[in-house]
Nanobody
């Protein structure tokens, strides 16, 4: 069982930056593929980025490539999402997710555990 708690959301102006954190419980954090998803207001949840167990492999949505970076610190049981050059269309609730087996995937159905989410609002 893994519990995930996101933090770091808030209000930022267009072009600004935020770093989201997701703290995980459990001793086997390093065995999980971790990912970030987001749900814009009135829209469905969408994939943002994912990272392999050791952190050497990442996969990002085209909409955030070059602006967002996913990373992890297994010693701290934490995964991060560095968000730069933020746009109003990045406004969403951001969720952290964990996948216990398999490959990197952008399919939310492939993730076993989810956090409660943190709100990110980008003002124009």
């Amino acid at each position: 069982q893994v519990q995930l708690v996101e933090s770091g959301g808030g209000l930022v102006q267009t072009g600004g930056s935020l770093r989201l954190s997701c703290a995980a419980s459990g001793r086997t954090f390093s065995m999980y593929i971790m990912a970030w998803f987001r749900q814009p207001p009135g829209k469905e949840r969408e994939f943002v980025a994912a990272i392999t167990w050791g952190g050497s492999g990442t996969y990002s949505a085209d909409s955030v490539k070059g602006r967002f970076t996913i990373s992890r610190d297994n010693a701290k049981n934490t995964v991060y999402l560095q968000m730069n050059s933020l746009k109003p269309e990045d406004t969403a609730v951001y969720y952290c997710a964990a996948r216990g087996a398999g490959m990197l995937t952008s399919d939310g159905l492939g993730y076993d555990y989810w956090g409660q989410g943190t709100q990110v609002t980008v003002s124009s």
